[in-house]
T-cell receptor, first 114, second 116 residues
Framework: GEDVEQSLFLSVREGDSSVINCTYT??????LYWYKQEPGAGLQLLTY?????DMKQDQRLTVLLNKKDKHLSLRIADTQTGDSAIYFC??????????????FGSGTQLTVLP | EAGVAQSPRYKIIEKRQSVAFWCNPI?????LYWYQQILGQGPKLLIQ????????DSQLPKDRFSAERLKGVDSTLKIQPAKLEDSAVYLC??????????????FGPGTRLTVL
């Protein structure tokens, strides 16, 4: 089945840029997503990118997509302590059912040090 | 606008007992999802409803899990009987009227289940 891989941990200093990477296997993915999960909370959609795009920018967030290598990254500029959370990459693809579903990676724990 | 509501927030049961979780989606959202998130992993979809019909339940362990959304609004997920490996956070999400994958899914805070 589809697989989404992420590194587990990332630490950065406040004010630096963070780059979280993700690889996926489903070549039929149409959309790729980044979600943020803070402790004890549900998932919050940060941004998504259509598979025919290679970059999308939204304020401090920049998403880069290399479709040939099936590699997705999320760059957070000027990282703040409030950005500390788990970040999930997700791709849309067809499950064994009839509808497109989201497949999530295991998440990257971002720690922002003062 | 109120978000997705879930209850209870925490539940501790012994194996072989039964448990039920409740979800109230955002008003007007036709699509409702139940996910299982095991510690250290990303959420895994269990079942997806469009109004009161099941769109996909291919990853729901039907020998012990059941879910319903009788009036197309609230939903209940039940586990009977529970196993140790069912310990996880159960997330409910809802999305807008079209059911397309690009519709933003709004997540509730989840129910953390511990099976002893």
């Amino acid at each position: 089945g589809e697989d989404v891989e992420q590194s587990l941990f990332l630490s950065v200093r406040e004010g630096d840029s963070s780059v979280i990477n993700c690889t996926y296997t489903d070549s039929s993915s149409t959309y790729l997503y980044w979600y943020k999960q803070e402790p004890g909370a549900g998932l919050q959609l940060l941004t998504y990118i259509f598979s025919n795009m290679d970059m999308k920018q939204d304020q401090r967030l920049t998403v880069l997509l290399n479709k040939k290598d099936k590699h997705l990254s999320l760059r957070i500029a000027d990282t703040q302590t409030g950005d500390s959370a788990i970040y999930f990459c997700a791709e849309s693809g067809f499950s064994s059912g009839s509808a497109r579903q989201l497949t999530f990676g295991s998440g990257t724990q971002l720690t922002v040090l003062p | 606008e109120a978000g997705v509501a879930q209850s209870p927030r925490y539940k501790i049961i012994e194996k072989r007992q039964s448990v039920a979780f409740w979800c109230n989606p955002i008003s007007g959202h036709a699509t409702l999802y139940w996910y299982q998130q095991i510690l250290g992993q990303g959420p895994k979809l269990l079942i997806q409803f469009q109004n009161n019909g099941v769109v996909d339940d291919s990853q729901l362990p039907k020998d012990r899990f059941s879910a319903e959304r009788l009036k197309g609004v609230d939903s209940t997920l039940k586990i009977q009987p529970a196993k140790l490996e069912d310990s996880a956070v159960y997330l409910c999400a809802s999305s807008g009227t079209s059911g397309r994958v690009t519709d933003t899914q709004y997540f509730g805070p989840g129910t953390r289940l511990t099976v002893l």
